[in-house]
């Protein structure tokens, strides 16, 4: 067996045996497969696909490339939450924090920035001193006395993942099922969840398009999660215009701040409470969703959450000074406000083109290499179904410099729309799949 032959057959779009998989995900987990020898077979995968039975079974030797942790003597239900990825999506840093409030341990394997996408881990990093890469005694030891820890893939726990993740970012291989199922899956199976509520994300500005696509992803998931032995339910959520108003890593932690302390957007903190109250039921804290939606609502206007948040960044190192007082947080040198050229309705807020403009801006990578700028981004002043004025704040854009500056001003007012009749806002949920 070897890693061309491998390509070729998965080029050929024949179907390849769990022996192959294994073998693939082994070599490249052990650096005997060089990078460009996974993004090709990647690409191959993101063009010809793979069956249930191969993405099933690639999930698995991802989560076996490295430790498997078994948190039953730990807590007695390990819950978490997943998203498939979106823009100004920092739904981790509100929910996770609110969940274990409500008396549920939290631990979290978070993910970075992936295509147009921000990632959790890039955004807490905005945090001085935050550690994300912990060891698994220390992800152990926090859920165990603390009751929420949020991590990052480490070396020891889905290791596979980590390489494919960071080659899928900057080689075109992001959006494809089989990629983003055993992706997700294999990171919560490693780190040891029992039950794990998938927001699973429909829109322009997400890796599913549509709701038949975003349908097919979760049944894998779902699927995959019950062959594992954990529990699984997929809110399958809209991301055809930003969530919340933030886009961009500081500006998004900002955003989830103010959240936790009762001043945040409204369909960001709705759509917080709806996949908190799932994680609740999922976990076994409440019976039914409606008793959990009354727990989680009472934690969050009692500060429960945001006190949880401070202990979470005291924990693990951060300097909580920024928390208490955002306004320390990075702040990008050219910051303006972008006025509306017309009157009408918005009838759209392409998440995709302000996603994409973030990256470019230097909030996402576009090589492994880059190193992200924390303090830039964007702030849409609006949601789908607003009427906006001529002359009245449309975004904020926060840039390194002029030139970006300019870029994303021109970028940013083309992923608006206007219409002269009055337009539905956008659902925030389509449906549960369980
Ligand atoms: N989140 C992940 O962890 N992986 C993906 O592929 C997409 C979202």
């Known amino acids: 067996m070897n890693a061309v032959d491998i390509i070729i057959k998965k080029r050929d779009k024949k179907e390849l045996s769990e022996a192959e ?35 099933k079974n690639l999930t698995l030797a991802m989560a076996n490339s490295g430790e498997i942790l078994d948190l039953s003597a730990v807590v007695p239900i390990e819950v978490d939450k997943h998203s498939t990825g979106g823009v100004g999506d920092k ?74 993740y960071k080659l899928r970012d900057v080689t075109g291989t992001v959006q494809s099922i089989p ?11 490693a780190g040891g969840a029992q039950a794990i509520v998938l927001d699973v994300k429909v829109g322009n500005g997400a890796f599913m398009r549509n709701l038949e696509e975003a349908r097919q992803l979760s049944q894998l998931m779902v699927s995959i999660g019950k062959l594992s032995g954990r529990r699984v339910v997929a809110l399958l959520s809209d991301m055809n215009q930003p969530l919340g108003n933030a886009v961009g890593n500081a500006l998004e932690v900002k955003e989830a701040i103010s959240t936790l302390k009762g001043s945040g957007p409204a369909d960001f903190l709705e759509h917080c409470l709806t996949v908190a109250s799932h994680m609740l039921v999922i976990g076994e804290k409440a019976r039914d969703i409606v008793t959990a939606r009354e727990i989680v609502e009472k934690a969050n206007k009692d500060g429960l959450g945001w006190e949880k948040f401070r202990s979470l960044v005291i924990n693990q190192g951060g300097d909580v000074t920024y928390v208490d007082q955002p306004e320390k947080m990075p702040l990008a040198p050219v910051i303006r406000e972008i006025l509306s050229p017309c009157s009408g309705y918005l009838n759209e807020i392409n998440a995709k083109v302000i996603g994409e403009t973030s990256v470019e801006m230097g909030a996402g990578r ?13 702030i849409i002043h609006h949601k789908v179904g607003d009427f906006v004025k001529n002359g009245e704040p449309l975004f904020t854009i926060h840039a390194k410099d002029m030139n970006s500056m300019e870029n994303a001003r021109d970028r940013i007012l083309s992923a608006h729309m206007w219409s002269d009749s009055k337009c539905e806002p956008l659902p925030l949920f389509y449906e549960v799949i369980q």
């Not at 698994?136 to 603390?146: C, I, W, Y």
């Open 21 to 55: 998989i294994n073998y693939f995900i082994h070599g490249l987990t052990k650096n005997e497969i060089p990078d460009y020898q996974v993004s090709a077979w990647l690409m191959t995968i993101l063009l010809n696909g793979m069956t249930d039975e191969e993405t």
């Open 91 to 164: 739904t981790t840093l509100v929910v996770e924090p609110l969940v274990a409030a409500c008396g549920l341990p939290v631990g979290k394997m978070s993910g970075r920035g992936l295509g147009f996408s921000g990632g959790t881990l890039d955004k807490i990093e905005s945090i001085p001193g935050f550690r994300t890469s912990l060891s698994q005694d220390e992800f152990v030891d926090l859920l165990k006395n603390k009751g929420l820890v949020l991590a990052g893939q480490s070396g020891d726990l889905a290791p596979a993942d980590g390489i494919l």
């Open 179 to 189: 990629l983003i199922a055993s992706s997700v899956m294999s990171k919560k199976i």
């Open 366 to 378: 576009i090589k492994k290499e880059d190193q992200i700028d924390h303090s830039v981004g964007i």
